[in-house]
């Protein structure tokens, strides 16, 4: 499993194609840099953020990473044997996706700040034109979203919440200026992000109260660092880095398999042992206390119904006295801080909001207008699909990174994004062999791939059981993958032209 990019064949007459691209994340990069190795050099990325890097560079909150292993997170082209840690951080991350902007030259291509409004399918000369917030506008002959799926945070609106003055932030929106050492600090949302930024700076505050709705599912982390030496044989011998992050994403897709099947008794043996291990972490000096974190922190759901949030200190957060795990219901914000609904009263300096993101907004993120004038945000209504996660009936040339269906809660998205990425720079070399102008997928053979996402979806321990941001609100998990990931690198391996229509 070495590499993704198997279809090197030439594109036709790439200089005839114009290409737009929104979004400057890990996604709309890695599509960059395939557009520019097979010769195509006339594509832009519109960016509304002011630098690259996308969720990257949004989430800044102290303590923020990916929970997927460093050597797996990473294009299979250009790997870092110098990852610093088993999970690197958001910075080392960041600052890995420079280094990818700077060695494909792909900076001069991103037009920062700048944030698309609309776009519009002109069916006469069969091209998209591309508007901007800004009042620009672009033409293109191929138009590509990687907008990303979790870019709008999800802000509640507590009751009375005006009436408290004091700083209040999202995790994503991460307010640098406000100091937290000495203050009374409350967190909202016990998700990956209120996970990783309660662990990290509870150190730091005065008070600490964690407002929990529903627990989560925290298996330990391990993150070792990565020794000198084993940097150097990576270094020396790429081939033993591939074959470690080859044996991660077998290891990966064994757990995806014994653990993530709704009817897999691997799945209890796994929840037994994450909630043994998380038990053991919890030493309270009252022992009221410790025999009800005990019982509050393990989830009463399947263990990955939600998204897993493995972390090395966030259980033991729970044994420093300054840190109150609060299980009450939120009734209303004061002057003060927040009233519990069976009348609490916590006084607090500063609230943070880990409420996590608004993925059905996050998908609509411009006001796409395909053949017809149908609009895509109302064709999908609150239940968004595409062919492959990719393409669309009614939008041709037009293609989706990351799009619905392709959400993974086990293992890497880059690896989605590399399948996507081969996958669309198939169907565009099978356009330009056409002759034609655009392509369109069949809608038989969009909604025979819906049906068959669904089945499967029922397999899954994450297809329904809880309430998680992957379901819309009937229930319905329209964001997931539900299969193994070889079996989407095959269903992408190439792009089966009988499945479009070319005009
Ligand atoms: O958001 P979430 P997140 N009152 O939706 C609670 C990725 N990610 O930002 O579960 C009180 O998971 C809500 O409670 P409940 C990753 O894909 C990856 O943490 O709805 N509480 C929940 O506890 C992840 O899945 C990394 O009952 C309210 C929390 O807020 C995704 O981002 C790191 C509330 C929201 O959790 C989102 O994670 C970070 C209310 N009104 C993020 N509304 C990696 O390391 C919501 N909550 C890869």
Avoid at 157 to 169: G, L, M, R, S, Y
Avoid at 203 to 221: D, H, I, M, N
Avoid at 344 to 350: E, F, G, P, R
Wanted: aromatic content about 14%.
């Amino acid at each position: 499993i070495r590499s993704w990019a198997v279809l090197e064949s030439p594109i036709k007459n790439p200089d005839q194609l114009k290409v737009v691209i929104v979004g400057a994340g890990v996604a709309g990069l890695g599509m960059a840099r395939k557009f520019k190795e097979v010769g195509v050099e006339d594509f832009i990325l519109l960016e509304k953020n002011p630098d690259i890097g996308g969720t990257w560079f949004l989430n800044i909150y102290p303590g923020v990473a990916c929970d997927i292993f460093s050597h797996f997170y990473s294009f299979s082209y250009f790997l870092n044997a110098k990852w610093s840690k088993a999970y690197s951080e958001g910075e080392e991350i960041w600052n890995y996706l420079n280094r990818f902007v700077e060695e494909f030259q792909l900076r001069p291509h991103i037009h920062f700040k700048t944030v698309v409004s609309e776009t519009i399918w002109q069916e006469d000369e069969k091209k998209w034109l591309v508007r901007t917030k800004e009042g620009k506008e672009y033409q293109a002959n191929i138009f590509i979203s990687a907008v990303g799926a979790l870019h709008t945070p999800s802000k509640p609106h507590f009751k009375n919440q005006e009436a408290f003055q004091k700083p209040i932030f999202h995790t994503a929106e991460w307010d640098k200026s406000v100091e937290l050492s000495g203050k009374r600090v409350g967190v909202i949302g016990t998700g990956a992000s209120g996970v990783q930024a309660v662990a990290n700076i509870a150190g730091k505050v005065k008070e600490l109260y964690v407002f929990q709705r529903t627990a989560s599912w925290v298996p330990a982390r391990m993150n070792f660092a990565h020794w000198d030496w084993i940097k150097n044989c990576f270094v020396t011998f790429p081939f033993l880095l591939r074959l470690y992050r080859d044996i991660l994403f077998l290891t990966n897709e064994v757990i995806f398999h014994g653990v993530f099947t709704i009817s897999s008794p691997i799945r209890h043996l796994v929840e037994n042992f994450v909630a043994r291990g998380m038990r053991q972490n919890i030493r309270e000096e009252n022992e009221d206390d410790e025999v009800l974190l005990k019982t509050a922190l393990i989830p009463n759901y399947p263990l990955g119904c939600k998204r897993v949030t493995p972390s090395d200190d966030y259980i033991q957060t729970f044994n420093q006295p300054h840190v109150h795990l609060i299980q009450d219901r939120i009734d209303c914000f004061n002057e003060n801080g927040i009233a519990t609904s069976n009348g609490k009263n916590i006084d607090l300096d500063v609230i943070i909001l880990a409420t996590g993101f608004d993925v059905l907004q996050s998908s609509r993120a411009f006001h796409g207008i395909g053949k017809g004038g149908q609009i895509l945000s109302e064709v999908w209504g609150d239940c968004p699909r595409a062919y492959l996660g990719i393409s669309h009936p009614g939008f041709p040339n037009s293609f989706i990174l990351l799009g619905p269906g392709t959400g993974l809660g086990h293992s890497s998205i880059i690896f989605m994004i590399e399948c996507q990425v081969n996958y669309i720079l198939d169907c565009v070399r099978k356009l330009q062999s056409s002759g034609r102008k655009s392509m369109t997928v069949k809608k038989s053979v969009h909604d025979g791939f819906v049906a068959w996402l669904d089945k499967n979806m029922k397999n899954r321990v994450f297809g329904s059981g809880c309430v998680a941001w992957y379901q819309n609100a009937k229930g319905v998990n329209w964001t997931l993958w539900p299969k193994d990931l070889i079996t989407y690198w095959f269903r992408t391996y190439s792009c089966d032209r009988t499945d479009y229509e070319f005009e």
